[in-house]
């Protein structure tokens, strides 16, 4: 068996600020490509914006199952799906 040797990747930080858009581009399809996770810094979006959202995913997420379900993944993909999920697409950065 072969061992699979853990690799550590930069991560990508996307500037919003940058004008040169083809580069902004190929960044972001790069960190697609590499890992799937980036970093996005002057996006413009406030802290309290930030935090309101994230208080209201702990909220959806800390529902019932049974409550959740009711947002369920549509044919256009928006909605929740539940962890582990064997149903998910796997789709490519190509």
Do not use: W
Request: charged letters at 25%.
């Amino acid at each position: 068996m072969r061992k699979m040797e853990n690799k550590v990747l930069p991560l990508t930080c996307l500037d919003l600020a940058n004008f040169d858009l083809l580069q902004s581009a190929v960044s972001l399809k790069q960190a697609c490509m590499d890992c799937g996770f980036f970093y996005v810094i002057n996006h413009g979006i406030s802290e309290e914006l930030k935090e309101e959202v994230f208080e209201q995913s702990k909220k959806f997420f800390d529902l019932p199952l049974e409550d959740k379900m009711k947002a369920l993944r549509n044919e256009t993909h928006r909605g929740y799906s539940p962890a582990l999920d064997q149903n998910q697409i796997h789709g490519s950065c190509n």
